[in-house]
């Protein structure tokens, strides 16, 4: 069980009617809820839960429209991401109980400072390293609208401008990432046919395949509702079309695909994650056609030549530049 739902389970009475649990880990906590709802914005997340729960999961990038007294939410990573949802969640609210939980490290002391705005925010514990709060709502206010919070930048490519539409939470928001910016300048010589953005966040990398290679279909994956609509977003206002994916890893992709390109993602804290990557290299032969390639940027210091190498096939390095590495390997 995640640490945030044992928090909540040692007061397990304050959640026994209608409370919907925003984002919460794919765990047991619903089994131990029985009247208890999710909002999920985790493809895998959502799969997991209707496996086990079905009926009581909605997915998407807005508070779901169904019937609940109390909310939870489960504290993400950024802090854009936490305002949109606490205020959509608080417009849904007023006379209710909003909580928030989430673990110190992740910042929960800060972030519940942001429960000022709709009430007197009361600290209920303090326990698994994570805290648990609560505030009732006095002031409900206004559903923000996700769109107005799209924060809209152009990139100056040597093709013309990219309008990118990025929303709160959605990596590297507002901004071009590095290993992105080196990708998008070795793009040459990608074969022809159905093309797979993999981890396709606000939509940059599909978005310049599909101008650059029109004939070419485009598809995206991301596993974050967030990210697949700025994705969608940024193909519409570069009047382009391809198709975007919600779904967890390399399995929810389409196969015969003439080549996979991605900055994939991996999380570097404690220790470093890299498990989607590392399925997406394991099984990437399974999704191309033979002859597809797939090209990765990668930092210099994951080690990710032998694995492609047991994989897929020779690996060869396009570019090594400020840390990042451009890797190219077909399929026999
Ligand atoms: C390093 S970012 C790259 C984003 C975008 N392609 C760019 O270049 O700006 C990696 C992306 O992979 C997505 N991601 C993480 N785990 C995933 C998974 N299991 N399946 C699909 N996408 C995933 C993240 O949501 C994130 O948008």
Not at 29 to 50: F, I, M
Not at 128 to 151: E, F, G, S
Not at 166 to 188: I, K, N, T, W
């Amino acid at each position: 069980m995640d640490p945030r739902s044992e928090v909540l389970l040692r007061q397990r009475e304050l959640f026994a009617g209608r409370v919907l649990l925003a984002g919460p880990p794919a765990d047991d906590l619903l089994g131990q809820l029985p009247e208890a709802l999710t909002w999920n914005w985790h493809a895998g997340h959502q799969q997991r839960l209707q496996a086990r729960f079905a009926g009581r999961n909605s997915y998407g990038t807005e508070v779901p429209e169904i019937e609940f007294d109390h909310a939870v939410l489960f504290l993400p990573k950024s802090r854009e991401l936490t305002d949109y949802l606490l205020n959509a969640l608080a417009a849904r609210l007023h006379g209710g109980t909003l909580y928030l939980v989430g673990e110190k490290r992740a910042g929960i002391e800060r972030a519940a400072k942001q429960l000022a705005a709709f009430g007197q925010p009361r600290k209920l514990d303090n326990a698994r390293h994570c805290q648990l709060w609560q505030v009732q709502v006095n002031q409900a206010p206004k559903a923000p609208d996700l769109q107005a919070l799209a924060q809209p930048f152009s990139l100056d490519l040597a093709d013309g401008p990219l309008q990118v539409i990025s929303l709160p939470g959605v990596f590297s928001h507002g901004r071009l990432d590095r290993g992105s910016a080196l990708l998008l300048e070795h793009l040459d010589d990608i074969p022809h046919g159905r093309l797979l953005d993999f981890g396709c966040g606000a939509g940059i990398i599909g978005a310049v395949l599909k101008r650059r290679y029109p004939h070419s279909e485009v598809v995206m994956l991301d596993v974050d509702a967030f990210a697949v609509r700025s994705s969608r977003m940024t193909l519409a206002a570069n009047g382009l079309d391809a198709e975007v994916i919600s779904g967890d890893g390399i399995d929810a992709a389409p196969g015969q695909l003439a080549a996979i390109i991605s900055n994939p993602p991996f999380h570097q804290g404690v220790h470093t994650h890299y498990q989607a990557s590392e399925t997406l290299i394991e099984r990437a032969a399974q999704h191309l056609s033979p002859g597809g390639e797939m090209r990765l940027v990668a930092n210099a210091f994951l080690r990710y030549p032998p694995l492609i190498e047991a994989h897929l096939g020779h690996c060869q390095t396009l570019a090594n530049a400020d840390g990042f590495r451009i890797y190219r390997a077909r399929r026999g």
